[in-house]
């Protein structure tokens, strides 16, 4: 019974987390989906640490709703690098990152290419 209410809760986190498709298999919202299967294979049924699953939906929840951006604002929308949020999602992507594991560019060089004067 108590399986059931917080796979229902889960489940609405799940569609607060967006999935990126930028980043193909290291995207932390497929992560969460994926774990959150596991966790309640079974669905409802599913028999869970009560403590455990309540303390990780409360974390993830206050994440999901940027509870922390909310009571911590920046100053500045960019990094400690100084890019802004589109050069550090192309950085991050899958693309970017296939190119490092070819070996065709090195780290610095990819850099490189988002500084900015």
């Known amino acids: 019974m108590a ?3 917080r796979y229902r809760k889960f489940l609405k986190l799940c569609e607060m987390w967006p999935v990126d498709a930028s980043k193909t298999e290291r995207d932390l919202g497929l992560y969460i989906r994926r774990r959150i299967a596991e966790g309640f294979r079974q669905g409802d049924a599913s028999e869970i640490d009560v403590a455990e699953c309540d ?3 409360n974390s993830l929840h206050r994440i999901a709703s940027n509870h922390f951006r909310r009571s911590y604002p ?3 929308d960019s990094s400690f690098s100084g890019l802004n949020v589109q050069d550090c999602r192309a ?3 899958t693309e970017a990152y296939e190119t490092l594991q070819s070996g065709k560019l090195k780290f610095a060089k990819i850099w490189s290419m988002f500084q900015r004067d």
């Open 55 to 57: 303390r990780i939906y």
């Open 74 to 76: 920046r100053l500045r």
């Open 91 to 93: 950085i991050n992507s």
């Open 3 to 5: 399986a059931a209410s």
